[in-house]
């Protein structure tokens, strides 16, 4: 079994790539709704987040970890990678894959990230694409209200609109060729960005990145599932349920039904 968590539905376009790209596989993934958004909390209030969900996950026995949510990645992800390596468990994170696939597709240098205050404010994707052995020229946006928009109330009006304009113009001014989604609400917007900036600058997703670095990974450890059949896949969640559901079937594209349940999962000290 493959785990997941994210601060709500986000997560689950990762989520989504997988159940296509590896249909074999069990997944249980947890929905920290009662807690989101992750974006614009402290660091270290976040980092206590994700270590809890993540020691949630292990001891469920999963054989590989995804932290599908930028803002956790960047204030949790090397002490869950460290937790990993002690319960014998690989740890897949959203930055690194889409800062290689950036760097890599960026033909004039000029790379975008839009993401979170709290993922911005980490240096997380600057670290990871100085890592990548080119000059690049990086063009950070924090956006601190359009992961909520998205997950509580898409409605694709003006006032919707005009927010990612706003957003959009400092990636027009630089002339980047290349945008990462820097949070894994913001697929579900993508033809709108796409729009607004123009047919030939790339978007770069958490969901196909890391479903082929989770492939890899499980391929590379000999444990990756070679049934023919369908794995199974269910949620947890520790906020309202009724409210998962029907925002994550959107974001999923694949019904959740009865596969939603509760639970509570404290914070460590």
């Known amino acids: 079994m493959i785990g997941f968590f994210d601060s709500g539905v986000g997560g689950l376009t990762v989520l989504h790539e997988c159940l296509v790209s590896l249909p074999a596989e069990d997944y249980l993934y947890v929905g920290d709704s009662g807690h989101f958004p992750y974006g614009t909390k402290q660091p270290d209030e976040l980092q206590r987040r994700a270590v809890a969900i993540a020691q949630y996950l292990f001891e469920q026995r999963v054989k590989l970890l995804v932290i599908a949510c930028n803002s956790a990645t960047a204030a949790a992800g090397p002490l869950i990678r460290q937790m990993g390596e002690q319960a014998g468990v690989p740890v897949i994170t959203v930055v690194e894959p889409e800062a290689e696939i950036a760097a890599a597709i960026s033909e004039n240098g000029r790379v975008g990230v839009l993401a979170t205050p709290a993922t911005v404010t980490s240096g997380a994707y600057r670290v990871a694409l100085?890592?990548?052995?080119?000059?690049?020229?990086?063009?950070?946006?924090?956006?601190?209200?359009?992961?909520?928009?998205?997950?509580?109330?898409?409605?694709?009006?003006?006032e919707l609109i005009e927010m990612v304009r706003v957003y959009c113009e400092p990636f027009r001014t630089a002339g980047v060729d290349t945008l990462i989604l820097g949070c894994t609400h913001y697929p579900l917007i993508a033809p709108l960005l796409q729009r607004i900036l123009g047919r030939d600058v790339r978007l770069v997703t958490a969901g196909h990145a890391m479903a082929g670095a989770i492939q890899r990974e499980l391929t590379a450890r000999s444990i990756l599932s070679l049934s023919s059949g369908e794995g199974d896949y269910r949620f947890v969640v520790t906020g309202d349920l009724d409210s998962f559901a029907e925002s994550g079937a959107r974001f999923l594209q694949l019904p959740l039904g009865h596969r939603v349940s509760a639970a509570s999962i404290p914070a460590t000290d």
């Open 130 to 158: 100085d890592a990548q052995r080119r000059p690049l020229e990086v063009t950070e946006v924090a956006a601190a209200d359009l992961a909520p928009t998205i997950q509580d109330d898409l409605s694709f009006d003006e």
